[in-house]
């Protein structure tokens, strides 16, 4: 986690509606009675900007030149491009095709050697940036590190890069199986975008 005001953040997420409380199922399949929505976040741009960065600075110290954002649509796209504001990089991102599969489109292209940082709006499993990571490794980019605005996976890294975030975020998860009744109890919304695991 990089940001120094945990407090401020997490009022900040609560003042805009990003962060939600009822009965989610989560991509992972998984269901929390906590759900962050970075997007209505990401309605304004001005509010997460100065967070961007001021994390920029320890992001460099710590990774070292980043020559470009790398980041996923649909959901990391306002703070990805954020990101490459704060960061004076390129901003480059993947999409989904027809056969759900990501890919460059729209005359992107990463380079070989070139040092990327992936970011993410919000990682719990970090699935969508396994997709992302198979692309630049193809294209024989480097991997600085991960950033995203929420962390809600529990650890300082994900595939053996470090992993960065605004706030840290633990909410309990369950399987189907072993909801608590006043979770059960409460009718199920499906969050996001991406296909449940």
Known sequence: MMATHTADFLALLKDVGALKEGHFLLASGRHSAHYVQVAQLSQYPARLQPWLENAV??????????DAAFYPAIGALPVGQQMGLALNTRAVFAERNAENEMILRRGFELHAGERLLLVEDVVTT??????????????????????????????????GLPLRSLIDLQFPTYAEDELPSELAAIPI??????KIS
Not at 57 to 66: F, H, P, R, T
Not at 130 to 158: H, M, P, Q, T, Y
């Open 57 to 66: 600075s320890a992001l460099k110290e710590e990774l070292g030149s980043i």
């Open 126 to 159: 970090g699935g969508t940036l396994k997709e992302i990571k198979v692309i630049a490794e193809e294209a024989g980019a480097e991997l600085a590190g991960v950033f995203c605005v929420i962390n809600r996976s529990g650890k300082d890294s994900w595939e």
């Open 189 to 194: 919304s499906r969050p996001g975008t991406k």
